[in-house]
């Protein structure tokens, strides 16, 4: 309340994006908060190298006095010194009156914990003045507990989130660009070469062939190193681990637990707080286009949208049905062209657009058929590639078209071959192009809430546990107005955005997720996603039999997973646009020098650098981590029992997994009943959704909610484990290859499903 009171100035309205800020600040507490419990309900003696000072104390230093405490507790003994018998309490704190501090000695730490002959130290550690008891007469004791470094727990932490390692690939990007040069014998004035089936190079990115040689090594060095990334966050930093728990086994084991538990628990009170607020503006801005007009608009008011619908191996049925809801939209026929992207190499593809472009030519402004050619380098099939070549077919088409040169715009929308969009989306969607000022329409990309749940009744348990936890972690971003967003699926942004930045990259196969985060790097920064709360529902893979449906879930599951790739394309980028950035000789061409040369515009790209880790941030919650619980979990269990079996009983082991225990139980009760109540958000989607799923709706809100919560409970950690190892296969091949197979997976048709 105070924060909404101090940000409202002097508004009276109280917006649902200042709610949800409220909303984000109570998340931050509430995860500080959880994580200072946690703290105390690890073994916290051993987590303290601190010993308060007595009154008056003026010369004992902090080392001194943990030198002291050392030396008093020995093996996990309750017996003090014959010099340090004295004991005097201030307030309720107990401190020795004398002692030799002389005669104490350093404690064993590192290695020596697995060498039984010896003698490891223990702390016992004090509350500070102020803290009371209702125990022991209010004197504040706590057990005896084997010491544990807190340094080594902080440095830990960092190499278990792979802080450190983005932090040296940060700084590893920028030196590079420190030792790349521009030949200065280039021709300042020689165009860019440009193949026919490419764009040029954005004017923020150096053009990698007015490198010196030795800089285009040094680059295409880097280009190598960057694909390695994955692998060395994936398989490298558990390996680490191992080899520091060597010498740190219980802090170790202390940080996976306390990791691993506060990110599952986090993200899923992210989901409960932010994917209930999607769900009510859904239904609110549902409820207002269903009371609206709904008879077709025939008036040109100077927009025009293009859809472009590549596909490959896609039954035409599946693409009908596709156009079918375009075609529901009020402006169908006065703004909405599409654009069948179709591969030359299909067989069948030429009568599957003959077909389609008969049945749908009359109900759309405009459309027409582009073909992606065979053979193309760095042109792999599928959709990255063949959206790439449909926009430079597009752009040919409206630069021969002499109505497009007075248009107030033109939006372009990628949708995949089975996209349902609601009848309203176009009109919206135009709506929101319009009430932005003349730059800011040219910065945005607007997404839908995407939800695969078309042939919800057919899906198998695991599937639905996809289906549920990925539609409301969606909602959960587009409704947190903090939050990193990437197109998903299917995505519209301005024509002109997309010329600026070069159009589509072919060979990177995560089209949406990288056309995002390309949008960001080459506006430097500018560039965000906005929601249009309208659902757009798409199918899940189907076969005809439920092992054959699970097993093209998962090949679905692989090529998504192959967007870990672009976290190597965010490093690949940054030595050359810095470069550009800096370069102030003459090599760079006249034609391509843009504002953003100017020191503003390298304000900008520092801006963007600092904004860019919340990028990283994203890139590794999404890929990086869910590729780690799974090998942490094995880790923790693994050192868990050499723990045990090696490490004297002395340490205090069971101590130390008693408290991590109590600690992981807490956090996993906590987790459960958010996943209870991200359970009954679905169930509300449900509701709202129904009436757009194939086959008979659940007549009981109830019995799906319990249908929903089984299939989580029971195939939930099944549908996790399986995410990992499609993060730990993609690590792999990003370092085998940059040029992937797109997989296809197989969807439901009127005589194909399950």
């Known amino acids: 309340m105070i924060y909404l009171y101090f940000n409202l100035g002097g508004r009276r309205v109280l917006t649902w994006v200042d709610v949800l800020r409220a909303f984000g600040l109570l998340q931050s507490l509430m995860l500080s908060h959880f994580l200072y419990f ?14 308060p000072r007595p009154p008056g104390d003026t010369k004992s230093s902090h080392h001194d006095h943990f030198k002291l405490k050392a030396s008093f507790f020995q093996e996990g003994q309750k017996q003090v010194p014959a010099n340090a018998s004295l004991q005097k309490v201030y307030g309720n704190v107990e401190f020795p009156v004398s002692a030799t501090v002389s005669t104490a000695t350093e404690p064993p730490w590192g290695a020596a914990i697995w060498n039984p002959n010896i003698s490891w130290s223990s702390l016992r550690r ?7 008891s209702n125990v022991n007469s209010g004197l504040v004791v706590w057990a005896d507990v084997a010491y544990m470094s807190y340094p080594a727990v902080i440095l830990i932490s960092f190499i278990c989130y792979p802080a450190i390692l983005i932090g040296f690939i940060m700084a590893m990007a920028f030196f590079v660009n420190l030792c790349m040069f521009v030949d200065a014998e280039t021709d300042s004035n020689q165009a860019q070469e440009v193949h026919t089936h490419q764009l040029a190079t954005p004017s923020v990115v150096l053009d990698r062939n007015k490198l010196t040689p030795f800089s285009k090594k040094l680059y295409a060095n880097w280009v190598l190193f960057c694909r390695t990334i994955p692998c060395m966050a994936v398989f490298g930093t558990p390996l680490v681990l191992v080899a520091v728990s060597r010498l740190f086994p219980q802090e170790v084991f202390t940080v996976l637990t306390l990791v691993s538990s506060t990110m599952v628990f986090f993200n899923g009170v992210y989901m409960v707080i932010y994917a209930g607020s999607s769900i009510q503006r859904m239904r609110m801005a549902l409820q207002t286009e269903a009371s609206g007009p709904q008879e077709p608009i025939t008036s040109d008011d100077g927009m025009k949208h293009w859809v472009i619908f590549p596909q490959y191996k896609e039954e035409v049925e599946t693409v009908a049905m596709a156009l079918e809801a375009i075609a529901k939209s009020r402006i169908a026929q006065s703004a909405i062209g599409v654009m069948l992207a179709m591969e030359e190499r299909e067989q069948g593809a030429f009568q599957k657009a003959e077909a389609l472009v008969d ?34 077919e597009l752009e040919r088409r409206i630069a021969s078209d002499p109505s497009a040169a007075g248009r107030v715009g033109t939006i372009l929308t990628v949708a995949d071959a089975d996209t349902q969009f609601h009848q309203g989306y176009f009109e919206v969607l135009g709506k929101n192009f319009q009430e932005c000022d003349d730059e800011q329409r040219h910065l945005r990309i607007w997404q839908s809430p995407v939800f695969h749940v078309k042939n919800y009744h057919r899906q198998p348990m695991p599937i639905v546990v996809g289906t549920m936890f990925t539609g409301v972690q ?46 960001f790097l080459m506006t430097v920064g ?17 076969d005809d039999t439920w092992l054959k449906t699970v097993d093209a879930r998962w090949s679905q599951a692989k090529r998504h997973a192959l967007g ?18 800096m370069d102030t000789s ?64 002395s340490r205090h082991v069971n101590m130390l997994v008693d408290r991590t225990g109590h600690l992981l139980g807490t956090f996993t009760t906590c987790w459960m009943i958010s996943i209870i109540l991200v359970t009954l958000l679905f169930n509300w989607l449900y509701m709202i959704m129904a009436d757009r799923m194939d086959g008979e709706r659940w007549k009981s809100g109830i019995a799906q909610w319990i249908y929903s919560l089984a299939c989580f409970l029971i195939f939930g950690p099944f549908y996790f484990l399986g995410l990992g190892f499609a993060i730990w296969k993609a690590a792999i091949e990003v370092l085998k290859t940059q040029t992937f197979e797109y997989e296809v ?10």
């Open 359 to 392: 049945t749908f030519k009359d109900r759309f402004k405009d459309m027409t058929v582009s073909w992606h050619p065979a053979g193309l380098p760095n042109h792999p099939p599928g959709k990255a590639s063949n959206v790439a070549w449909a926009f430079m």
């Open 38 to 51: 946690a703290s105390l309900l690890l073994p916290a003696a051993a987590l303290s190298t601190a010993i």
């Open 564 to 581: 870990f790739s672009d976290l190597s394309y965010y490093f690949m980028m940054l030595p050359l646009m810095c470069a550009r950035l």
């Open 745 to 754: 997976a197989a969807k439901p048709t009127a005589n194909k499903h399950l």
């Open 126 to 132: 004090k509350h500070p003045l102020g803290v009371v």
């Open 526 to 542: 500018r560039c965000t996603v906005h929601p249009v709360l309208l659902p757009t529902c798409n199918y899940t893979p189907e």
């Open 586 to 649: 003459g090599a760079s061409s006249s034609s391509d020098k843009s504002e953003s040369t100017t020191p503003s515009g390298i304000q900008q790209f520092w801006a963007m650098y600092i904004h860019g880790l919340a990028v990283i941030v994203r890139l590794v919650n999404v890929h990086v981590i869910i590729g780690l619980i799974t090998t942490y979990g094995v880790l923790q269990m693994g050192i868990k029992l050499l723990m045990f079996v090696l490490i004297p009983e």
């Open 474 to 519: 969606d909602l959960a971003f587009l409704s947190d107005p903090n939050a990193i967003r990437f197109p998903y699926s299917s995505y519209s942004l301005s024509i002109d955005l997309a010329r600026r930045v070069g159009g589509w990259d072919p060979e990177w196969i995560a089209e949406d997720w990288h056309m995002g985060i390309k949008c």
